[in-house]
């Protein structure tokens, strides 16, 4: 399974609830009312387990955290510099 899969997967699973509402990988999810503030900070964690990359909090930026895009790029980089 792709990166980019398992975070979808864990978007539509805890914060869609299963739905089948669409949502393209480059779909702010801010924007989109999927998370706030409390969901951004269960996607870090989920990203810290799963992946096993430190997320500082410098790394806590929408260019990373906004859409399944661009977690799956900021995962795809820590885990290049690991």
Do not use: C, H, W
Request: net charge negative.
């Amino acid at each position: 399974m792709t990166i980019a899969a398992k975070i979808r997967g864990y978007i539509r699973e805890s914060f869609l609830f299963g739905s089948d509402q669409k949502l393209s990988d480059e779909d702010s999810l801010l924007d989109a009312g999927v998370i706030d503030s409390t969901g951004a900070m269960e996607l870090v964690s989920f990203l810290e387990s799963e992946f096993r990359v430190d997320v500082s909090d410098q790394d806590l930026v929408p260019e990373n955290l906004d859409s399944v895009a661009a977690m799956t790029a900021f995962v795809t980089r820590k885990l290049a510099s690991q």
